[in-house]
């Protein structure tokens, strides 16, 4: 099964940007959606945008849509989150995961990351 890592995260300011990338060690995981997830101190995890297999389609969380633009590279077995207009809410440990199905739901999705801390000063 293929193990994904997250990278890139970090702290930034208010209004700044990072862009996440998530990896496949392993087998490939082109055939797969993809989808990132955020978890806040105290909250539960939540959906933040996904892709499908070929990138042709993206959706993303009210929160975020118009900020984060998610994208993949099927040949370098990597996916980006590029996340600008940064807020305070936005703070939270960013996870990617793949998904055989087309779904915003966390239990649907496997081979999850560690994460990597995303911390936006006000």
């Known amino acids: 099964q293929a193990q994904l890592v997250e990278s890139g995260g970090g702290l930034v300011q208010a209004g700044g940007s990072l862009r996440l990338s998530c990896a496949a060690a392993g087998r490939t995981f082109s055939p797969y959606n993809i989808g990132w997830f955020r978890q806040a101190p105290g909250k539960e995890r939540e959906f933040v945008s996904a892709i499908n297999w070929n990138g042709g389609i993206t959706s993303y969380a009210d929160s975020v849509k118009g900020r984060f633009i998610m994208s993949r590279d099927n040949a370098k077995n990597t996916v980006y989150l590029q996340m600008n207009s940064l807020k305070f809410a936005d703070t939270a440990v960013y996870y990617c995961?793949?998904?055989?199905?087309?779904?915003?739901?966390?239990?649907?999705?496997?081979?999850w990351g560690q994460g990597t801390q995303v911390t936006v000063s006000s």
């Open positions: 995961a793949r998904s055989g199905s087309w779904t915003k739901v966390a239990t649907n999705y496997d081979s």
